[in-house]
């Protein structure tokens, strides 16, 4: 790759008077770079030396501006020296502004390329072409994600589909790229935007939608309905999408009423632990505080640990307005339970709207000024194939191509009905392995739903960032084995003719390695190990030429 670096502020030399701003240039309709007429190097190297598909970084001294690809050839133009004083021309293609706060470790010189791979010039230069390239192959995932809501990226193993998912993710949520993979591990794994999960040929919609879990509590069995990975995110995404375009009263409402409520739970647990009890009634009282309920209790007994009233029951009747005891009765909305215990559910019900209203000025403060904003949130399903998908899916199959419309759920959560929506802010990106022949096919119902995008084994030679290296020799070896050489992806004599070399060949992760790092030992130890099953396989002809080849790896 050539890399070079301009200054084209002084079209006149460094002692010129007149001041170009590069930024004008930059923001043609059809971009452009220049510099002026001199008998030096600089000068011819612009006019002769700077090739079409070089990558030129535009700078002010030691400040980068911006990153472009050379797209034309050397060309003068009367009309753009009268505008911007430089004599000769090329069009650019912009791919990046800077926006860091790093400066250019070579601030002197009209036009050089930077050679020595060691130099920090090179290493800036380099850096900042291989975040572009994959910030400009993210723009084009995340275009097409956001015009279908779901994704599978189908590949060979090694070409870094998971990893790649996970960049889209991180890019959706947080609007911006990872500074490095650490961090983007961290944001991910404590966003409540985002979840993954691995599919396997076991894995049903009792696991990944809604099911039936079963707990013991004080020795009795609870059977209850509870949403699964795919129900909670999925519930999520659907209560802000609906917040977001909701009046900002309601959605004030919404947002603090989990904070009110827990500061209510508060006052509640320290008066049961300072009076022993916090009194509802002649004969009854609530005992204690679970993580998710209230205990209470009659004098009689009823049971030694009381009777569980659930926080979600108090909420949901203060969200539907109910204040007595037969609004409760009547609310089908909540658990049988507070249906027949209507009666003390109504008094801590009315505590906590006493509660809301003497605290309504206190509360009145955090009152937002804008409409919440609609967040995205991310379902990463790796190895998609390996679990029956219509199965797993049931009638989310729907779901997933009429987004906001609720579908019916064979389970019923209690107080939420059986409805599931999918909305537009819940986006889903499987990965899927085309070499693995032994996992399930995706059915033509659920392949139209979802965009599909091949990733496939490339050259990396150049295209990484500092501290890694591509191991060129050993991926080109190893891709011959699957495709011929200088061709666009054509069948070597050693792959079987049942196979598309772009199913199965090598990815280019396998050939990733710190500098300075020997390399026989991933081949060993992983490459080789994949060759010799594709050959048990049948993926590869064993034969005398095939066993030479990877002798010679």
Known sequence: MNYWHIQMSKPHGRDG???????????????????GEWDDYQCRYFKKNLAKGSIVCVKHGGKPIALCEVISECFKDSELTKEFYNIYYRRVKVLDFYDGDESFPQPQGTLNRAVTKSTPTYQFIKNWYVKTKRKLEMKDLINILKSKNQIILQGPPGTGKTRLAKEIAYQLIFDKQAPTDDEQKVALSSSDQFEIVQFHASYSYEDFVRGISVENIDGKVIYETKNRVLGEIAAKANRNYLQSNEDLETSYQELFLDEAFDEFIGEIAEKIESQGNYQLTDKVSLINVDEDAFRYKGE??????????????????FIDNNTSRQDIKKNKSLSSQANWHSSYYVRVLNDFQKYWDENLVENEKKKPQHKVDVKNYVLIIDEINRANLSSVLGELIYALEYRGEPVESIYEIKGKGREIILPENLFIIGTMNTADRSVGHIDYAIRRRFAFESVLPQDLSGRLESGYAFAKAEFDKVKALFVKPETDWKRSDHLSEEFDPKDVCIGHSYFIHKEGEDISQRVKYEIKPILEEYIKDGVLKNSDSLRDELDSL
């Open 17 to 35: 008077r007149t001041y170009v701003d590069p930024m004008s240039m930059l923001n043609l309709h059809s971009p452009i770079i220049g510099t």
């Open 300 to 317: 009689n007994g009823w049971n030694e640990h009381g009777l569980r009233m659930k926080f979600l029951d108090i909420k949901k009747a």
